[in-house]
């Protein structure tokens, strides 16, 4: 580990060389690349300078501590070395953290696709919670939503709801969400107070750039219609809705967007051709990781998402991540946007995991 991250230092250092090479500053693409490479490595770094120095003081406290100084100095020294031993594994810890390679797509903008499951109206309503409750947390970091296709019911659910979510680690954050999500609770309608049990599918995607994925313009099948509202009824006398149509080269199933939200059928096609990249990088990602190894299964990022990742149990305040096994039983702070005890957990959970795997005697992912 210390040979890998002495060659990260000398690295470090010769970017920032490069960056004080007058020679360099008239290359402004190349000036970015190294100032985005070298804040990459700066808490790596930032970490392995500070455990040099630790070393360092754990040294000077274990000469303090020899027979031939006085007892007072000794007591002072063994006191000294302790809290610096101490702080030496604790940065050991966050070296070996630090040194797990990232989710190259965790600083990605999103887009949350949100499907009502099993349940009927109920579990349409229960869709829109869920909406409610991400567009909630993203208010809380600070991140943009922008309503990209919605299916409404006429008692305020959402049969399906497309959003984006642009902000900085929003992926990170936000792909602990993929899975099923079961809710329990007494329905409106319900006049006999009996609990019911509904469900509803999340799929979060990381945001693609054109680069990243190519669409095939003789695949692409595009359509315009005419906008509706609940029920069915127009809501625009143009026809500025858009659904996009794409054959995969692989001969799998068509991938259908559709989205009416702006009254632009300029905006509604650049929304439209946003999901469908995002859901054909998405396709892509996975197949690559199931060429890799069938036996990945990852229920962050890679969720399976016909799997239940977390339950709602509203009679008693109760959040359940079946993932972790974790309960949680501030559910109405959770519904207001309150995720991050959950998440921060999740988070822990997935890097434990990733740090396993990275190991010489960890199991292979």
């Known amino acids: 580990m210390f040979e890998q991250?002495?060659?990260?230092?000398?690295?470090?250092?010769?970017?920032?060389?490069?960056?004080?090479?007058?020679?360099?500053?008239?290359?402004?693409?190349?000036?970015?690349?190294?100032?985005?490479?070298?804040?990459?490595?700066?808490?790596?770094?930032?970490?392995?300078?500070?455990?040099?120095?630790?070393e360092q003081a754990i040294e000077e406290a274990r000469e303090l501590a020899e027979p031939e100084q006085d007892l007072q100095m000794q007591a002072y020294a063994r006191q000294e070395l302790s809290k610096q031993q101490a702080e030496r594994d604790r940065l050991e810890a966050a070296l070996k953290l630090a040194l797990v390679p990232r989710d190259p797509k965790d600083q990605k903008d999103v887009i949350v696709e949100i499907r009502l499951g099993t349940g009927g109206e109920e579990a349409a309503l229960f869709a829109a919670d869920l909406f409610k409750m991400y567009s909630r947390y993203a208010d809380l970091h600070r991140w943009k939503v922008e309503l990209v296709a919605d299916s409404a019911t006429e008692r305020g659910g959402y049969r399906e709801v497309v959003f984006e979510v642009r902000g900085r680690g929003a992926y990170s954050r936000l792909k602990f969400e993929n899975g099923v999500h079961r809710v329990q609770r007494v329905p409106e309608t319900e006049a006999q107070g009996r609990i019911h049990t509904s469900t509803a599918t999340v799929v979060v995607l990381p945001e693609a750039e054109e680069l990243e994925v190519s669409i095939d313009p003789d695949r692409l099948r595009r359509e315009v219609f005419r906008s509706t509202g609940h029920g069915g009824q127009s809501v625009n006398t143009t026809d500025s809705a858009v659904r996009l149509t794409y054959t995969p080269e692989d001969g799998g199933p068509p991938i259908v967007v559709s989205c009416q939200d702006e009254r632009s059928q300029l905006k509604n096609e650049a929304k439209a051709r946003k999901v469908l990249m995002a859901r054909l990088y998405d396709r892509q990602r996975a197949q690559q990781e199931a060429a890799v190894t069938q036996a990945r299964r990852s229920a962050v990022g890679t969720a399976e998402r016909s799997e239940k990742v977390r339950t709602y149990n509203f009679p008693e305040g109760r959040i359940t991540d079946h993932r972790i096994d974790f309960k949680y039983y501030k559910l109405p702070q959770f519904m207001a946007g309150d995720l991050d005890p959950v998440v921060d957990k999740l988070i822990q959970w997935d890097q434990a995991n990733r740090l396993t795997a990275t190991e010489p005697n960890g199991a292979s992912r």
């Open 5 to 54: 991250l002495e060659a990260v230092r000398s690295h470090y250092d010769a970017i920032a060389a490069r960056l004080a090479d007058p020679a360099v500053h008239g290359d402004l693409q190349e000036l970015q690349r190294l100032g985005k490479e070298q804040a990459q490595l700066r808490e790596l770094v930032d970490l392995y300078t500070a455990y040099r120095r630790v």
